[in-house]
């Protein structure tokens, strides 16, 4: 998938080696609200509309590659009835809240749980937000470690570092071909890894400052009570995840030795989420980009309007 000024397209290789692509207009939210582009609220808008659009593109995706689909289940068949809405939507929104609740659970609620024990033991705000940073981002490099063994996701991940040398090769004004493209790169400093794991620990500063902070102006210590804590987590997640837009932003369009030293380990964590990809995965990601840049190529297209490209063309190049 490449996000280009007006619009997001998609290509997927078919078993058979085509490439089917799609192109959808996109207009951000920003231009449609203007306080959504401010600095500290873009970030956290950008966060729940990426979300929603990652489902949106997995189903598509799914669709587009022409492998049966898996069925529906008794309940969201049912749910679907009783929503008028189609099955296709009904599926995406139960995933979006699964993955939504297994979130939460996983970095919220179980890197919390040793809180009110921390407390009554007699550590700081500042070791228990430590600690609980330390866990939080522990899970987040297993879990990436454990599903990057699986060999779908192994492949995927492939895909992903392509996306990476393509956006290279572009920002670098070269032709957009798989040999240029794998001369750079797989680790790019505007990853959304790169985005979790500086979100991770500045909430570990973020949530230290404010639990100082209300300790300070009410007397109340959020780590002695476990609810009280996770719901402030909660509520303060829009601040952390602004914030840490605005220093991804920052780290990624600097070359000073600091940035470069501060960015150095979102991009170490790109090392799980990213492999090395072949020359053919470079093609579905020079696709993808061509059609977002440039619209859709010419050649035969389906029902749902993608376009059937039997062979890789390079696209046009002007310096």
């Not at 309940?75 to 995933?95: N, P, Q, R, S, T």
């Not at 572009?170 to 794998?182: R, V, Y």
């Not at 964590?269 to 059609?291: G, H, N, Y």
Request: proline share 7%.
């Amino acid at each position: 998938m490449m996000k280009g000024p007006q619009a997001i397209a998609i290509a997927v290789r078919r078993p058979n080696g085509d490439i089917v692509v799609q192109r959808t207009p996109y207009e951000p939210l920003s231009k449609k609200h203007p306080w959504m582009g401010k600095p500290f609220i873009r970030g956290a808008v950008s966060f729940i509309t990426m979300l929603g659009q990652g489902m949106k593109v997995l189903d598509e995706s799914s669709r587009m590659l022409g492998t049966a689909d898996e069925e529906p289940t008794k309940f969201e068949l049912w749910l679907a009835k009783k929503l008028g809405k189609g099955v296709d939507k009904v599926v995406m929104g139960v995933a979006i809240v699964l993955a939504v609740v297994m979130s939460l659970g996983l970095f919220v609620l179980l890197p919390n749980l040793p809180t009110r024990w921390l407390h009554d033991a007699g550590w700081s705000p500042l070791g228990i937000n430590l600690l609980s940073g330390l866990i939080r981002t522990a899970l987040l490099i297993t879990y990436i470690w454990a599903v990057g063994k699986v060999p779908d996701m192994r492949r995927t991940f492939q895909y992903h570092g392509s996306e990476h040398k393509t956006v290279y090769c572009h920002e670098a004004s070269l032709p957009l071909t798989p040999k240029n493209a794998q001369t750079f790169s797989r680790l790019h400093p505007r990853c959304g890894t790169s985005f979790l794991l500086i979100t991770f620990i500045l909430s570990i500063l973020l949530y230290t400052t404010i639990d100082y902070i209300i300790l300070a102006l009410t007397g109340f210590d959020l780590s002695s009570n476990y609810l009280i804590k996770v719901l402030s987590r909660l509520i303060l997640l829009p601040l952390v995840t602004g914030v840490s837009y605005e220093v991804l932003k920052g780290l990624a369009h600097s070359e000073t030795p600091v940035c470069r030293t501060l960015r150095w380990p979102g991009l170490q964590l790109q090392r799980l989420t990213t492999r090395e990809p072949d020359d053919s995965m470079c093609e579905v990601a020079i696709t993808s980009m061509d059609a977002a840049l440039n619209g859709l190529p010419e050649g035969e297209k389906t029902p749902e309007g993608w376009v059937i490209l039997h062979e890789f063309r390079e696209p046009a190049f002007s310096a």
